[in-house]
């Protein structure tokens, strides 16, 4: 029985910290909703139903630190009206902060934050009501300790009473002189067993926790004095009460717990307004119903069994070709030809299918920035807006996670950076408060997320300044270079424009991080900005990481692919038609110079007659041109990760097999550009791969299919 508890309560645990994320995240939004319309008393109310929600659902995880806390803000609320001293959006603030550092304790299991600066802002606004409730038992409950019952133990109390049963709240105080306080516990659980059935108890059966009562919620038919003559016990039990649980009635007042409290000292469920009762429990329903809790790894299996159907499809294919060119006219065929059609169809619908389960609206990330924004411009002593737009476009969860600290750092330099002080804006005829929009939309199977604001812009030539000041580039390299790589130079570790370090700028870490997180994510980001006018960041990445369309081509007799959305033409050329501008290769093409990158080597022969290819990829707002030799086509590839043992470059960020056993390479693209574009101007040459990594140039081994 114990490890069957210890089990559900770590499960309930678990779904409290997901619930709470959410709790907060509203707690937040109303806080600022709030700020707006200080005298809106149901945005109070709303926010009170939140901390209700929240206090008993923590005290039904065991978190009893928070569930107290909790209870005192929500007394403090019930005045629905701030003071001069405290307003309830600033109590809001300071709550969402306060429980959140806690949960992330919790989940840690580390020490618990400082709550002193709620609780003091519980006591101003409430008179130290919280406190003293927390502190002093009721009237007529003189020992009694704060209880909240699971709404499993409330559906047994339930139960029981309509069976005729009575339920009491049995409360003993142990005595401070007893030797075995653990154990006596158990002793009056089963005293009480003769007499009564035990449908809950805190603390919880076998827990190590200790403390000076012992909470129990029983049902019987026999009466109050019986009960409480089984809990007397000498030397163990110094003091006992019981008190009869009324059931529960319909009231008026606020309410959404879905778990039991303690409110007005009465065990009972906490009420659901009587005019939202009926859709309140039809809700609840619906989604219990409705929604299924799955956890983020079995759906990357499944996703990765469809990204072997794919390759098994690709085998398929590769047979019936290799059947259609040896027997041409045999009937079947074309039969081999419909089913091979139909397969692809259903293949591709439940690839749709499954990856739709990993996509998430961007909703999700885009609800943390009104807060970052307000905390960061009062910090900052400006007056910031935040338009959002396009917050239901989908992503893969895994890719939302992982842009959520590049688009941080984004907004964040966006309002300490970009947007000017109010007496600036209004000198530049402006108005007095900036605007930051943030907004999202697909385009083809990418996702697009675009940070933009009103500042005034970045000025180039501060930019080369610091550059240079930092060693970044040099004088003569930088008259040299064009607006767009000069801008370029802000994406560089330890590049800042801050004169001053703040909490939130000047530290020279930001957009480095930016560029990284998102060259390892397979995809870019682009800046634009006109002084005076403002900034923008675009980012672009991929709808997921796992299968992508891909296009196939060789060089040196290898075989390599890059995303087919990258490549914007191909262009056929000779040797003879490229030159030589300083370090670089380049292709007269329409009419534009297109900058060239040769990863393999050139060829020995100096005729220039030797034909090849030019694909045209559009990266990081950059037009380049990729060298390759021949092309093999368009394919749609299941990505395999290379651990470092096997590919020992960065130029390859990946792997798939084709469905005729070939191993095909997925070329990094970033660090390809990176590499042709670094500081020193000097384009890289040589192989891309060289020992172990040529072994994978032939067929699939055993590893690589795993």
Avoid at 63 to 76: F, K, P, W
Avoid at 210 to 216: E, K, P
Avoid at 386 to 399: A, E, N, W
Wanted: contains cysteine; charged residues 25%.
């Amino acid at each position: 029985m114990t490890q069957f508890s210890d089990e559900r309560g770590a499960e309930l645990r678990e779904l409290f910290f997901e619930t709470a994320q959410e709790l907060l995240q509203s707690l937040n939004e109303d806080a600022l909703k709030l700020e707006r319309k200080p005298q809106d008393r149901e945005i109070v109310r709303s926010i009170r139903r939140i901390v209700h929600t929240l206090k008993g659902d923590a005290a039904a995880a065991g978190l009893h630190e928070l569930s107290e806390l909790a209870h005192l803000m929500e007394d403090a609320l019930a005045v629905e009206v701030g003071t001069p001293e405290v307003s309830l959006a600033e109590l809001g603030f300071a709550a969402a902060d306060t429980f959140g550092a806690m949960l992330v304790a919790y989940r840690q299991q580390a020490a618990l934050p400082d709550a002193t600066r709620l609780k003091l802002l519980v006591q101003r606004l409430a008179g130290n009501q919280g406190g003293q409730r927390a502190g002093t038992a009721k009237k007529n409950v003189a020992i009694r300790s704060q209880v909240v019952w699971t709404e499993y133990e409330q559906l047994a109390a339930e139960a029981a009473r309509s069976e005729g049963n009575k339920i009491f709240h049995v409360v003993a105080q142990i005595d401070p002189l007893c030797a075995m306080p653990i154990a006596a516990r158990q002793l009056v659980a089963n005293a009480l067993g003769a007499v009564a059935q035990v449908l809950g108890s805190r603390p919880d059966p076998g827990s190590a926790a200790q403390g000076q009562f012992i909470d129990l919620l029983v049902a019987t038919s026999h009466p109050e004095n019986a009960v409480l003559a089984k809990c007397q016990i000498p030397t163990v039990i110094s003091k006992a009460e019981v008190f009869e649980v009324a059931p529960a009635a319909p009231a008026s007042g606020e309410g959404e717990t879905p778990l039991f409290d303690s409110e007005s000292g009465s065990d009972v469920p906490a009420p659901v307004p009587a005019a939202e009762a009926d859709d309140f429990t039809a809700t609840r329903h619906s989604a219990s119903s409705t929604v299924l809790r799955v956890e983020a790894e079995r759906i990357d299996n499944v996703l990765n069994l469809v990204g072997e159907l794919i390759i098994g499809k690709s085998m398929l294919q590769q047979a019936t070709q290799d059947y259609a060119r040896r027997f041409p006219k045999d009937l079947l065929r074309s039969r081999f030809s419909d089913a091979m059609a139909f397969q692809s169809r259903v293949l591709n619908d439940l690839q749709r299918s499954v990856m739709k389960i990993r996509m998430v609206p961007v909703e999700q990330l885009f609800r943390r920035f009104p807060r970052l924004v307000r905390d960061a411009a009062q910090r900052c002593g400006k007056q910031v807006e935040l338009v959002i737009s396009g917050q239901d476009t989908d992503l893969d969860k895994s890719l939302l996670d992982a842009i959520a600290e590049p688009l941080t750092h984004i907004v964040r330099n966006a309002v300490s950076h970009g947007i000017e002080d109010s007496s600036e804006r209004v000198r530049r005829g402006k108005p007095e408060v900036g605007k930051i929009r943030l907004d999202a939309y697909h385009q083809a199977n990418q996702l697009v997320v675009e940070v933009s604001d009103d500042g005034g812009g970045i000025e180039i030539e501060k930019v080369k300044a610091r550059g240079i000041k930092n060693g970044l580039v040099t004088a003569a390299d930088a008259e040299r270079m064009s607006s767009s790589e000069i801008l370029d130079l802000i994406f560089r570790p330890g590049f800042s424009t801050a004169e001053e370090i703040t909490e939130i700028s000047g530290r020279g870490v930001g957009l480095d991080v930016v560029r990284s997180v998102l060259h390892r994510l397979k995809g870019t980001v682009e800046l634009e900005t006109q002084t005076g006018q403002g900034t923008k960041f675009r980012l672009k990445l991929p709808l997921t990481l796992a299968i992508i369309k891909a296009l196939l081509f060789r060089i040196e007799q290898r075989l390599y692919a890059i995303p087919l959305n990258t490549v914007a033409e191909i262009a056929r050329a000779r040797e003879s038609d490229l030159h030589h501008v300083d370090t670089w290769e380049v292709l007269q093409l329409r009419g534009e110079v297109l900058p060239l990158m040769r990863v393999g080597q050139k060829p020995a022969d100096d005729s220039g007659a030797g034909k090849i290819f030019v694909l045209v990829i559009h990266f990081g707002g950059r037009k380049m041109g990729l060298i390759v030799d021949a092309l093999e086509g368009e394919e749609e590839l299941v990505i395999k990760s290379l651990d470092d043992q096997t590919i020992a470059t960065d130029l390859v960020s990946g792997a798939s097999i084709l469905g005729d056993g070939r191993v095909v390479l997925i070329m990094n693209l970033a660090a390809v550009v990176e590499r042709f574009t670094g500081a020193t101007g000097s384009a890289p040459s040589g192989l891309l791969l060289s020992g172990a990594e040529r072994n994978l140039s032939g067929r699939a081994s055993p590893e690589v299919r795993q």
